[in-house]
C-alpha cells in the first residue's frame, strides 16, 4: 500500500520567514495530494491540494509543489503568521481511489 | 460549503457500554466516508471506509465487530464502538468526500471510556 513521510516532525520559524514541509510518497498510481492544517483540538481542514498533471499550485501565502519522478511533494508558507501555528499533514491517496494515507505530522511554530 | 457535522463532541461512557457517533454531511452528498482515529500528538489513522447502500471496508487490524458503521443515507454515517473499554477511547474523526478525491473532516468526538 502507499507509504506517506513527512519531514521535519517540528518546525520553528521566525514570524515574517518562510516555512517548507516536505513530504514523499510510494505509490506512483497516486494522483492526488492535500495538504490539512490542524489545530489543537480541532478538525483537520484542508488548506490547498495538488493533482499530479500539476507541478505547483498557489492560494495567496500558501503554495505545493510536486515531483511525481522523484515523488515528492512539498507545502511553502510564506510571510508566516502566528495564526499559521498549528500541525500540518500532508496526505496522498492509494492506487488513484478516495482512500488517503497521511503523513506523520509537522508542529510549526511561528516565533512572534 | 462542504461542511461536516459530528455527534457527539465528547462523550463519556463506562466499561462494557455501546457508544455511537453520528457523521453528517450538511450541504453535500457523500457516496463515501470515512472514519479516523487519532491518539494524542499522532496521526490520522484510517479505520474504515463506508460506502452508502454497502458494507464498510475495514483496514487491517480494526475489529469490524467491535466498530460497526452504517452509511444509511448519502449524508449520514455512524460509528457504534460496542462493549467499549479504556483502550478505546480516543479521538474519532470521520470525513465525507466529494467526487474529485476531496476529503472535508467533522469536527471529531473525543470518546473517553471509565
Known amino acids: 500500500g502507499e507509504n506517506v513521510e513527512q519531514h521535519p516532525s517540528t518546525l520553528s520559524v521566525q514570524e515574517g520567514d518562510s516555512a517548507v514541509i516536505k513530504c514523499t510518497y510510494s505509490?506512483?498510481?497516486?494522483?492526488?495530494f492535500p495538504w490539512y492544517k490542524q489545530e489543537l483540538g480541532k478538525r483537520p481542514q484542508l488548506i490547498i491540494d495538488i493533482r499530479s498533471n500539476v507541478g505547483e499550485k498557489k492560494d495567496q501565502r500558501i503554495a505545493v509543489t510536486l515531483n511525481k519522478t522523484a515523488k515528492h511533494f512539498s507545502l511553502h508558507i510564506t510571510e508566516t503568521q502566528p495564526e499559521d501555528s498549528a500541525v500540518y499533514f500532508c496526505a496522498a491517496n492509494a492506487a488513484g481511489n478516495e482512500k488517503l494515507t497521511f503523513g506523520t505530522g509537522t508542529r510549526l511554530t511561528i516565533i512572534p | 460549503g462542504a461542511v461536516v457535522s459530528q455527534h457527539p463532541s465528547w462523550v463519556i461512557c463506562k466499561s462494557g457500554t455501546s457508544v455511537k457517533i453520528e457523521c453528517r454531511s450538511l450541504d453535500f452528498q457523500a457516496t463515501t466516508m470515512f472514519w479516523y482515529r487519532q491518539f494524542p500528538k499522532q496521526s490520522l489513522m484510517l479505520m474504515a471506509t463506508s460506502n452508502e447502500g454497502s458494507k464498510a471496508t475495514y483496514e487491517q487490524g480494526v475489529e469490524k465487530d467491535k466498530f460497526l458503521i452504517n452509511h444509511a443515507s448519502l449524508t449520514l454515517s455512524t460509528l457504534t464502538v460496542t462493549s467499549a473499554h479504556p483502550e478505546d477511547s480516543s479521538f474519532y474523526i470521520c470525513?465525507?468526500?466529494?467526487?474529485?478525491?476531496?476529503?472535508?473532516f467533522g469536527p471529531g468526538t473525543r470518546l473517553t471510556v471509565t
Open positions: 470525513s465525507a468526500s466529494l467526487p474529485a478525491y476531496e476529503q472535508y
Open positions: 505509490d506512483s498510481a497516486s494522483n492526488y
